[in-house]
């Protein structure tokens, strides 16, 4: 199993909505990722996760929290988000967070705010 | 912090043509370059990478060079299919943690 999987694939949330985004890997990496990508732009990281702990916050707003139950799922929850956070949230994962391993993306999930 | 600049930012070419983008980065801690190809409304695939200590690779029509000295590589696309057409990410890591990725570079090949 060398895949990623996020869902849902397209969620569209009210700006006082709490909603959830889930990505699951099989692969046996130690580290995970999410980043969000704009169109036409390369994708930006948001949080790395690695061994289960943050290691890396790109300061990003406090609306978006994410979470590492374990070491093949990875969560961001959602709330209060403004329509400049819609956007292709993207997680990835690879078998160390150490910069220099091959990160594998999931599909993303489409997110629009209304 | 790291910063990669890529080139070009669009770049046409004929079936059967060969395709160069080139990358540039700050960092001369960085030691992984990794390539990503995004096709609209897909995933980015890293089509191929190369660490600091190899001045090339290669993967049947698609090669990397590494030039350390200038702080520079580049991905070499041979024979370009219509299937070749997608944008083209590079990326190099910084402090040995994250990726920080080029602009990204939209191929063309046209039949």
């Known amino acids: 199993d060398t895949e990623v999987t996020q869902t849902p694939k397209h969620l569209v949330m009210g700006m006082t909505n709490k909603k959830s985004l889930k990505c699951e890997q099989h692969?046996?990496?130690?580290?995970m990722y999410w980043y969000k990508q704009k169109a036409k732009k390369p994708p930006e990281l948001m949080f790395v996760?690695?061994?289960?702990?943050?290691?890396i916050n790109e300061s990003v707003p406090s609306r978006f929290s994410p979470e590492c139950p374990n070491s093949s799922l990875l969560n961001l929850h959602l709330h209060a988000l403004q329509p400049e956070d819609s956007a292709l949230y993207l997680c990835?994962?690879?078998?160390?967070?150490?910069?220099?391993?091959?990160?594998?993306f999931g599909d993303g999930t489409r997110l629009s705010i209304l | 912090g790291e910063n990669v600049e890529q080139h070009p930012s669009t770049l046409s070419v004929q079936e059967g043509d060969s395709a160069v983008i080139k990358c540039t980065y700050s960092?001369?801690?960085?030691?992984?370059f990794p390539w990503y190809k995004q096709e609209l409304g897909k995933r980015p695939q890293l089509i191929i990478d190369?660490?600091?200590?190899?001045g090339e690779k290669k993967d049947q029509r698609i090669a990397v060079t590494l030039n350390k000295t200038a702080k520079h590589f580049s991905l070499h696309i041979t024979e370009t299919q219509p299937e070749d057409s997608a944008v083209y990410f590079c990326?190099?890591?910084?402090?040995?943690?994250?990726?920080?990725f080029g602009k990204g570079t939209t191929l063309s090949v046209s039949s």
């Open positions: 990835a994962s690879s078998p160390r967070g150490a910069g220099n391993q091959p990160q594998h």
């Open positions: 692969m046996g990496h130690r580290a």
């Open positions: 996760y690695s061994y289960e702990k943050l290691s």
């Open positions: 960092d001369s801690a960085s030691n992984y």
């Open positions: 190369i660490r600091s200590n190899v």
């Open positions: 990326a190099a890591n910084q402090a040995g943690t994250a990726l920080i």
